[in-house]
């Protein structure tokens, strides 16, 4: 069981901004930016092409409504996108507030506090329709 089925089944607490039945999206614990964001379908599958093409393209349409929210809320020249996969076996699209290419890098992470990260995932949370 990944740490993010954990976050899925509430063992394991998260900043939650968005969720429907098959997915789920929340502020990563270990931002590359303020509003680094994860989502992630709630059936646990290592490998994004192991999706089916309607499960994968359901999980990059809830993306773009979360990263619509994300651009409403965080001030940034654009939301990145990335899906890389190798540091937890669980499909998770990573969207993150950029304003230069470092920011995509996950060389530097920045530090919000517990209140920091509540305030932002409630007002993306407000933003996402």
Do not use: W
Request: glycine share 4%; aromatic share 8%; hydrophobic share 40%.
């Amino acid at each position: 069981m990944s740490i993010f089925t954990k976050i899925i089944n509430g063992e394991i607490p998260s900043y939650k901004i968005a969720e429907n039945a098959e997915f789920i999206a929340f502020l990563d614990i270990n931002p590359n930016a303020k509003g680094h964001t994860l989502v992630v379908p709630k059936k646990e599958e290592n490998k994004l092409f192991d999706l089916s093409k309607e499960e994968y393209n359901s999980l990059m349409d809830f993306s773009y409504q979360v990263a619509k929210a994300l651009e409403k809320t965080v001030p940034c020249k654009r939301i990145g996108m990335t899906v890389i996969g190798l540091e937890v076996p669980h499909v998770h699209v990573h969207l993150i507030p950029i304003n230069e290419m470092a920011d995509m890098q996950f060389q530097r992470k920045i530090a919000l506090s517990k209140e920091e990260f509540e305030k932002l995932a409630k007002r993306i949370s407000g933003n996402f329709v």
